[in-house]
């Protein structure tokens, strides 16, 4: 029951985004946008970088003619860089799990929002800094590599810093309910408390019309409680790292040399929009997620420069 009553809250909060996303990519199938191919856009420009999860990736595997394109890339020495939404891994892992898919990708062509908690702790000052984890091992590593402490959700010592890595397999109410419970004693407390999400994406999606969870719903759920709490102007909210905010494309179009590059996505909100705000082109991808669109509304989202309808 109680677990029941948490997925509507999640769920509660983020029907409009969900909806909203799906409603305006379904409109742009049928809008003005140009379509484009992955030979018209390697013309165009010096580099393309893709998202992961729902453009190369889907559940079981890669992509449709993904493979072949990434070998005719390397082969071709065609600059190119993963930008993903992803603290669950690191590079390393993550070049790795990729390459079991038969994505041959080198680690320094990886951009992953884990690496934005680095810049983030020494900014605000963290280094040494007690932090709860709600992630596994390589959303620990990200943590350490930024200067922070892990430490467990039922330890006794001070929590200074919440980071929703990732919605790790065998996560339970019991255990979110603990992390909820000590951030509220951390503010009862009148200590400062550093909440942060590296990875704000809602959902994935899981093949089909399925979808999951992903970090940033746990994140929204546990900012709700704090707001009911405390009321919206005393509760603290999270610090949302990784795309759409721009620091990931500009360390993406350092590592490929240019600006004169553009990115291709899956979703509105975070591919789209974050490729805008850094200044750059966009294709959006006519499969994964834009596929399971099938409201009809007004869009007031921002738009891709392109449409991509294959790989092939």
């Not at 595997?61 to 493979?67: D, E, L, N, T």
């Not at 419970?181 to 503010?187: F, G």
């Not at 929204?220 to 509760?235: F, K, M, P, S, T």
């Not at 006519?286 to 099938?294: H, I, P, V």
Request: proline share 4%; net charge negative; glycine share 8%.
């Amino acid at each position: 029951m109680l677990e029941r009553n948490l997925e509507k809250v999640i769920v509660n909060k983020n029907h409009f985004f969900v909806s909203a996303n799906h409603v305006a990519q379904e409109n742009m199938l049928r809008s003005d946008i140009p379509v484009t191919s992955i030979k018209a856009l390697q013309e165009r420009y010096d580099g393309i970088l893709f998202d992961a999860y729902g453009v190369l990736l889907q559940e079981h595997g890669a992509a449709p003619h993904a493979v072949d394109l990434i070998a005719r890339l390397r082969s071709e020495h065609y600059p190119f860089a993963i930008v993903s939404n992803s603290a669950s891994r690191s590079v390393e892992n993550a070049a790795r799990f990729y390459a079991s898919h038969g994505l041959a990708i080198d680690p320094g062509c990886i951009v992953l929002s884990g690496a934005s908690l680095r810049p983030y702790f020494e900014e605000h000052d963290l280094k040494g800094s007690r932090c709860v984890v709600l992630g596994g091992h390589d959303a620990r590593h990200w943590v350490r590599t930024a200067g922070g402490v892990p430490i467990e959700a039922a330890s006794h010592d001070s929590m200074d810093v919440l980071v929703v890595a990732e919605v790790e397999d065998g996560l339970t109410l019991a255990h979110l309910e603990t992390v909820l419970s000590r951030v509220c004693s951390a503010i009862d407390e009148h200590r400062d408390i550093h909440l942060v999400a590296p990875n704000p994406d809602l959902y994935y999606p899981k093949g089909g019309a399925a979808l999951g969870f992903a970090a940033g719903s746990i994140a929204d759920c546990i900012e709700r409680v704090l707001q009911a709490r405390y009321g919206n102007e005393h509760a603290p909210r999270f610090v949302r790292l990784g795309k759409p905010n721009p620091p990931m494309f500009v360390e993406a179009c350092k590592r490929l040399g240019s600006r004169r590059v553009v990115m291709v996505g899956d979703q509105i909100d975070t591919d789209i929009a974050g490729a805008q705000a850094a200044g750059l082109d966009s294709a959006l991808v006519t499969f994964g997620l834009t596929a399971e669109a099938r409201r009809n509304a007004q869009n007031d989202f921002c738009k891709p420069t392109y449409l991509l309808e294959t790989f092939a």
